[in-house]
């Protein structure tokens, strides 16, 4: 079979002592790509359901709230709690 222009020029680089494409081509580092799965479709499922929940114990907004507390007719008080 004949060589291809592209493997020639390759070839021809090489024997210059200039750099071969061939060499920067990456490997798979030990990764075997026909292992790779696709999600369940529960996986799939699970991680829309989460995508923008959020925890709102952990955000702070600096707000609190005012809640009247009524003692008889005449008299309330107020009690402020915060987030």
């Keep these: 079979m004949a060589t291809s222009k592209a493997k020639k020029t390759r070839k021809k680089l090489e024997q210059q002592g200039l750099l071969n494409p061939e060499r920067l ?15 369940l479709l529960h996986q ?3 991680k ?4 923008h929940k959020r925890n ?3 955000e702070s907004d600096d ?3 005012v809640i009247p507390i009524y003692l008889n007719s005449r008299q309330f008080c107020l009690l402020l709690s915060s987030k």
């Design 25 to 39: 081509r990456g490997s798979w580092n030990g990764t075997n790509p026909k292992m790779r799965t696709t999600p």
């Design 44 to 46: 799939t499922a699970e």
């Design 48 to 51: 829309w359901h989460n995508k």
């Design 56 to 58: 709102h114990a952990y």
């Design 63 to 65: 707000s609190f709230y």
